[in-house]
Nanobody, 125 residues
Framework: QLQASGGGLVQAGGSLRLSCTAS????????VAWFRQAPGKEREGVSC????????MYIDSVKGRFTISRDKAKSTMYLQMNSLKPEDTAVYYC????????????????????WGQGTLVTVSS
């Protein structure tokens, strides 16, 4: 079960940190990701990471502003979002898969079977 939280209303340039608690982090092998879906748009992968490596991936529009991280002891993953822009407004979802997948598909929503309920991020201009 995934529990996402941390969304809210913030002014452009501000920061938010999203959290997602997942039992997957107790496993040796997993892939995790953050997705977002803006009104009228398709769900898009924002960032992903895998067990066994500190590497991660980001879509171009958030590189240098967002950071994905994990705290295994707390069974929690985070998405630190800085320098937020109005175009970042969306419902953000966390997702987990209990295997390590290739980076080439880790931002593909079809790669994940388990999803959190979503948390709304609204960035005002």
């Amino acid at each position: 079960q995934l529990q996402a939280s941390g969304g809210g209303l913030v002014q452009a340039g501000g920061s938010l940190r999203l959290s997602c608690t997942a039992s997957a982090f107790a496993s040796e092998n997993y892939s995790v990701a953050w997705f977002r879906q803006a009104p009228g748009k398709e769900r898009e992968g924002v960032s992903c990471a895998r067990s066994g490596t500190s590497g991660s991936m980001y879509i171009d529009s958030v590189k240098g502003r967002f950071t994905i991280s994990r705290d295994k002891a707390k069974s929690t993953m985070y998405l630190q979002m800085n320098s937020l822009k109005p175009e970042d407004t969306a419902v953000y979802y966390c997702a987990v898969r209990f295997t390590r997948i290739l980076y080439s598909v880790c931002l593909d929503p079809n790669s994940y079977a388990y999803w959190g309920q979503g948390t709304l991020v609204t960035v005002s201009s």
